[in-house]
């Protein structure tokens, strides 16, 4: 069964520190891997999507890596602004199964402090 | 806009007492879902739905019934709900062959 785990459980960060956020799987048959934002009172927002075939997608200051073969994908945010504090969930959807197997870490909190 | 919805956002209750939580989507989305999520234990899939009249059982489906008789909709059924059913439920839609799911705002039930 696919475990998907994020270190660290939380994190506080001055703004304006780069940061990066870690998330391993322990299934490497992957089809793709999702990082999501949830803000409290909200639902979850996606943020940045990989396939299995890619290796890193951008989008802003945001910028997403995955290494299939090692089982890890990075989240690395630039120059952190307050407005990113919130809980970072990366997802893995496996090869077999369709969305229905999605398998949802537990999630980085991350505060940045003014 | 395009969106789910989710009512009631917030409820309070009594064990035993039947409550439904309705999701709502305006996306046409073929593929619906329920979480719940719980301090460490991450989003866990209650039930799913592939597509109208067709639903099956995700990974903690005990003490939950769904029904999707429209497309739009997926309501999550507690007919007698227990205080381990109090969580944050979240339910989410997707576009079939799409990649992106879309989350509703959350729904916190809390069961006394």
């Known amino acids: 069964k696919q475990e998907v785990t994020q270190i660290p459980a939380a994190l506080s960060v001055p703004e304006g520190e780069n940061l990066v956020l870690n998330c391993s799987f322990t299934?490497?048959?992957?089809?793709?891997l999702q990082w999501f934002r949830q803000d409290p009172g909200k639902g979850l927002t996606s943020l940045l999507l990989?396939?299995?075939?890619?290796r890193e997608q951008t989008s802003g200051r945001l910028n997403a890596s995955l290494d299939k073969s090692s089982g890890r994908s990075t989240l690395y945010i630039a120059a952190s602004q307050p407005g990113d504090s919130a809980t970072y969930l990366c997802a893995v959807r496996p090869n077999s199964g369709g969305y229905q197997k999605v398998t949802f870490g537990i999630g980085t909190k991350l505060q940045v402090i003014p | 806009e395009a969106q789910v919805t989710q009512n009631p956002r917030y409820l309070i209750t009594v064990t035993g007492k039947k409550l439904t939580v309705t999701c709502s989507q305006n996306?046409?989305?073929?593929?619906m879902s329920w979480y719940r999520q719980d301090p460490g234990l991450g989003l866990r899939q209650i039930y799913y739905s592939m597509n109208v009249e067709v639903t099956d059982k995700g990974d903690v489906p005990e003490g939950y019934k769904v029904s999707r008789k429209e497309k739009r909709n997926f309501p999550l059924i507690l007919e007698s709900p227990s205080p381990n059913q109090t969580s944050l439920y979240f339910c989410?839609?997707?576009?079939?062959?799409?990649?992106?799911?879309?989350f509703g705002a959350g729904s916190r039930l809390t069961v006394l």
């Open positions: 989410a839609s997707l576009r079939a062959g799409a990649n992106v799911l879309t």
């Open positions: 299934d490497s048959a992957i089809y793709n």
């Open positions: 990989i396939q299995s075939s890619q």
């Open positions: 996306m046409n989305h073929e593929y």
